[in-house]
């Protein structure tokens, strides 16, 4: 063991089926993948961080920060496994998450099912009180009513309680003297509200944004107090820093006390990766493309920086349709998540037809192939029968796969019911499964406004890179590719976050009649919040802060964001952020209204530690065509029929090295397979750059 400090980083990545682990040891990466313990999943990363110390051949005591990210409090979410809560509201909006916003996500379905609320009504109470959108109070807090509430709490049981009022946004006194309230009676229980969860105007993604906080926080804290204490017990006495949603880093404190800011934070980790190797390559249109054990996820990257949003909306049940699913209104990574990974879970329908997902074979028991106790057929399965996956090879031949095990499962839950032998049931399997994600991709860049096929697509996650020629194809995507260590990518996306916070409120401020010098004092707040959560996470330079305005035209619905400079406003800023607003809505629609004032209605301030510049990766010389050493039976889709595909040792590749499909590139973490319509040049770093042939 070395005894002289080094610069040793760790990220960690728990998803659905894996946790990934990658130490960063003065620039050189080690990397596993562990199943994912859901009894205590801090036991999994404990075993992972002991292996990578052993592969770098350091102490646990030398790793310098550990950057952690987790779907924890996505499942808990989807699979409505969090806390017993009640949600406190004001007098008159008890059923605002039933009746949402009343948009009909699918108009013409007659029979259309809105999702569940996640607090059922029996568990949602209410005070009287009213303020209004100026946050002016039109009616007191009513005492009698506040010890009702405090009553019914108390007697409920409940582990944690959520308080959202009306216009709390704008003044959140009242939601803070319920909370003292309530506390004065049950000091010990957990209590989120709405005005610092998500300090935003609509009171329906708001309200569902602090019910989904307060549904997870006894869980998610629980968990990293452990976590924080278990790594100590073993040796790892560094800070612990999370990521969250919008692709930052906070500290554990703050994710615990907004654990709903993690809800995205595993896939926002992959976005950072993928937009780091957009950096390198000088690319401007990317489609990250990231599937793993139990989802798959689709960001755009454009000019390098990954799209971000104020809202957005967790488990989609209908179609991926903006609408159908549970909205919640943080600063996030835009993309569309599905179920559609490795361990989703294969079925046949009422129609005889084939379906993959949402459920999923997860690591316990995991899918039929590993031999514990897993009956489901999967995507693994299927991956195992057509030939992309080596039975002896897997995770490093940790894992040893049962071509049998897959067969059996095949046959007892598909063909047998579909009339198919294993190879034609996991031949649908994956087709089926390989439709779900393009079209996912073709919404998510339709509802952008973008043209898929404009796209080079940056692919990882344990199964990704097994997909992404097949979803090449089917959306019309001519470059693909694949970065070193892409089975671990999100986990290596975390050493490449920034420390960064984004505080979001909603204040309306027409033009007209613009109050700078309250703006000014309503941004300052905003900035000194943002580099609180931040404080202590820069190693060097000045943090670099970005505002965003959100802009209408008085009298519409909706808004756009405007990014504004940083600095302060004066009495001539009102015709700047007019000409900016403008701009930015004819980019978005064609032309600008005139005659119609316009307000700005919410605000943006991020913080984050400035990006290291990045080495530009130079292009390499076509070299000469390399020769497989060995080959393997490999279905290929597009010619419904078996082929002799070469498979080649990643590791044994070099720059400029060609090699053509249908070929498999093995590595620990994952495998590559390259259709016959693609060829691949190994890049200077060790990237796959795939090409149409």
Request: charged residues 20%; negative net charge.
């Amino acid at each position: 063991m070395s005894s002289t400090p080094r610069n040793c980083r760790v990220g960690v990545d728990i998803g659905g089926t894996f946790t990934d682990i990658a130490l960063d040891l003065d620039g050189t990466l080690h990397s596993t993948k562990i199943l994912t313990d859901y009894t205590a999943p801090e036991r999994a990363i404990l075993k992972g961080v002991k292996a990578v110390a052993d592969m770098a051949g350091i102490a646990l005591s030398e790793i310098g920060i550990l950057i952690h990210g987790t779907t924890l409090a996505t499942n808990a979410l989807i699979e409505r496994r969090g806390a017993k809560t009640a949600f406190v509201t004001t007098e008159g909006f008890r059923d605002v998450l039933e009746m949402r916003t009343e948009n009909r996500f699918e108009q013409y379905d007659l029979n259309i099912s809105l999702p569940p609320a996640l607090i059922a009504r029996a568990d949602r109470f209410v005070v009287r009180e009213r303020i209004d959108a100026a946050g002016k109070v039109l009616l007191d807090l009513d005492d009698a009513s506040v010890a009702a509430v405090v009553e019914k709490v108390v007697a409920g049981g409940y582990e944690s309680v959520a308080i959202g009022f009306i216009h709390a946004y704008a003044n959140g006194a009242h939601e803070v003297a319920v909370r003292d309230a309530i506390l004065k009676r049950l000091p010990d229980v957990s209590i989120s509200i709405s005005s610092e969860v998500s300090p935003q105007m609509r009171e329906f993604e708001r309200f569902n944004t602090v019910c989904a906080n307060a549904y997870v926080k006894p869980a998610i804290k629980s968990y990293l107090d452990r976590l924080v204490v278990s790594l100590k017990e073993i040796g790892v006495g560094c800070p612990v820093f999370m990521i969250h949603s919008g692709g930052g880093i906070v500290s554990v404190e703050s994710a615990s006390e907004f654990p709903v800011r993690l809800v995205e934070s595993g896939p926002a980790g992959g976005a950072i990766f993928a937009a780091d190797i957009a950096r390198q390559y000088g690319l401007d249109t990317v489609l990250s493309f990231d599937m793993g054990g139990t989802t798959a996820k689709i960001c755009l990257i454009e000019n390098q920086v990954p799209k971000t949003a104020k809202t957005f909306e967790v488990a989609r049940t209908y179609r991926f349709r903006k609408g159908s699913g549970m909205p919640i209104s943080i600063p996030v990574v835009e993309m569309v998540e599905i179920g559609a990974g490795g361990g989703s879970i294969a079925s046949v329908d009422a129609m005889r037809q084939i379906r993959v997902g949402p459920h999923s074979a997860a690591s316990e028991p995991g899918p039929a192939c590993y031999q514990r106790g897993g009956k489901n057929p999967t995507v693994t399965d299927a991956d195992l029968i057509l030939g992309k996956l080596d039975p002896a090879n897997f995770a490093g031949g940790a894992i040893p796969l049962s071509v049998e095990a897959s067969r059996q499962a095949m046959s007892d839950d598909i063909g047998s019911v579909i009339g198919l032998d294993p190879e034609a049931s996991a031949y649908g399997t994956c087709e089926m499964v390989d439709e779900n994600m393009a079209n996912a991709g073709r919404v998510h860049t339709v509802e952008n406004g973008k043209n898929i096929s404009d796209f080079t697509m940056i692919t990882f996650g344990g199964a990704g890179p097994l997909h992404a020629a097949r979803l090449c194809e089917k959306m019309g995507i001519s470059t693909f590719l694949v970065p070193p260590g892409a089975g671990v990518g999100s986990a290596i996306g975390f050493l490449k976050a920034p420390f960064g916070y984004e505080s979001v409120r909603s204040a309306v401020f027409n033009l007209s009649n613009f109050d700078y010098a309250e703006a000014n004092r309503l941004l300052e707040a905003m900035k000194a919040e943002a580099l609180g959560f931040v404080e202590g996470g820069f190693d060097a330079g000045s943090p670099v802060v970005e505002r965003t305005l959100f802009m209408r035209y008085a009298g519409q619905g909706w808004d756009i964001p405007v990014p504004f400079a940083d600095g302060n406003f004066d009495s001539a800023s009102a015709e700047t952020i007019a000409a900016l607003f403008e701009r930015e809505y004819e980019r978005f629609f064609g032309r600008a209204i005139e005659g119609l004032d316009i307000e700005i209605v919410s605000w943006s301030v991020k913080a984050s530690s400035p990006l290291p510049p990045v080495e530009r990766i130079p292009s390499v010389a076509e070299g000469n065509v390399v020769q497989p050493g060995r080959t393997r039976r490999l279905f290929e889709a597009s010619q419904g029929a078996y082929l002799e595909a070469g498979i080649h040792e990643r590791t044994g590749l070099k720059p400029g090295d060609v090699i053509k499909g249908p070929a498999v590139i093995v590595e620990r973490e994952t495998s590559a397979v390259l259709t016959s319509s693609f060829k691949a040049i190994v890049q200077r770093d060790g990237s796959l750059l795939a090409t149409r042939i």
